[in-house]
C-alpha cells in the first residue's frame, strides 16, 4: 500500500497568513493526488484533484502543487472558516490511501 | 442538487452485523461509482471500496474483504454496505461518497459525500 505522511499535524496561524501544508507519499503517484478538507462533525468536501485541479465552488485562494512523491497544499490568504483537518488522497494505485491529516489552527 | 441521505446510527453488539445505506439523488445512480470510507474515532480516513450501480462490479481494498460488503438497489437508488462479524476496532464513521472516474485520463475523485453513519460496536 502506498503512504502518505502529512506534515505538520497541527499548524496554527494567523488570519491573512499564506499557508503551506504538505504530503509526501511512500512512491511516485504520478499527480493522482486530491485534497478533501474536512471540518468539525461533517463530511470531507473536495477542494483539489489532480495536484493542481480547484474544484468548482472552492474559492481561488486555495491552490495545490507538486509531483513524484511530494505535493502541497496552499492558503494564499488564511480565512477563519478555513479552520479544519486536510487531507490528502492518492489515487494512482489499489487500494486508494488518505493522509493523517493536517489539522489547521487560528492563532 | 446531488445528495447522499445516510442511515441513522447503529449501537450493535460484537460478533452481529450491521448493514448501512445510502439512498442518492438528483443524479444517475446507476452511472456513478459509490465509494465506502471509514473514519475511526479522532482518527483519519480509509477507502473500503467501490461498487458500480450499473452492473453490480465491486471492489474493495484488501483490508476489508470479508468484514464489507457491498451492494446497490437500482429500483431505490439506494447503496448498501454490510459489515460483519463486528469487534470494537469496527466503531467509527462510515461515509459514502460518490465517485468520479475519468476513463481517458484514469483519475478519480469524491465529489459528494454523504453525512456519514456512526457504527458503534458494544456489548
Known amino acids: 500500500d502506498i503512504q502518505m505522511t502529512q506534515s505538520p499535524s497541527v499548524l496554527s496561524a494567523s488570519v491573512g497568513d499564506r499557508v503551506t501544508l504538505n504530503c509526501k507519499a511512500s512512491?511516485?503517484?504520478?499527480?493522482?493526488l486530491n485534497w478533501y478538507q474536512q471540518k468539525l462533525g461533517e463530511a470531507p468536501k473536495l477542494l483539489i484533484y489532480?495536484?493542481?485541479n480547484l474544484q468548482t465552488g472552492i474559492p481561488s485562494r486555495f491552490s495545490g502543487s507538486g509531483s513524484g512523491t511530494d505535493y502541497t497544499l496552499t492558503i494564499s490568504s488564511l480565512q477563519p472558516e478555513d479552520v479544519a483537518t486536510y487531507f490528502c488522497?492518492?489515487?494512482?494505485?489499489?487500494?486508494?490511501?488518505f493522509g493523517s491529516g493536517t489539522k489547521l489552527e487560528i492563532k | 442538487q446531488v445528495q447522499l441521505q445516510q442511515s441513522g446510527t447503529e449501537l450493535v453488539k460484537p460478533a452481529s452485523s450491521v448493514k448501512i445505506s445510502c439512498k442518492a439523488s438528483?443524479?444517475?445512480?446507476?452511472?456513478?461509482?459509490m465509494h465506502w470510507i471509514r473514519q475511526q474515532p479522532g482518527n483519519g480516513l480509509e477507502w473500503i471500496g467501490w461498487?458500480?450501480?450499473?452492473?453490480?462490479?465491486?471492489k474493495y481494498n484488501q483490508k476489508f474483504d470479508g468484514k464489507a460488503t457491498l451492494t446497490a438497489d437500482k429500483s431505490s437508488s439506494t447503496a448498501y454496505m454490510q459489515l460483519s462479524s463486528l469487534t470494537s476496532e469496527d466503531s467509527a464513521v462510515y461515509f459514502c461518497?460518490?465517485?468520479?472516474?475519468?476513463?481517458?485520463?484514469?483519475?478519480?475523485?469524491?465529489?459528494?459525500w454523504g453525512p456519514g453513519t456512526m457504527v458503534t460496536v458494544s456489548s
Open positions: 461518497a460518490r465517485g468520479y472516474y475519468d476513463g481517458y485520463y484514469h483519475y478519480w475523485y469524491f465529489d459528494f
Open positions: 512512491q511516485n503517484i504520478n499527480k493522482y
Open positions: 488522497f492518492q489515487h494512482n494505485s489499489w487500494p486508494l490511501t
Open positions: 438528483g443524479y444517475t445512480f446507476t452511472s456513478n461509482y
Open positions: 461498487i458500480y450501480p450499473g452492473n453490480g462490479n465491486t
Open positions: 489532480n495536484t493542481n
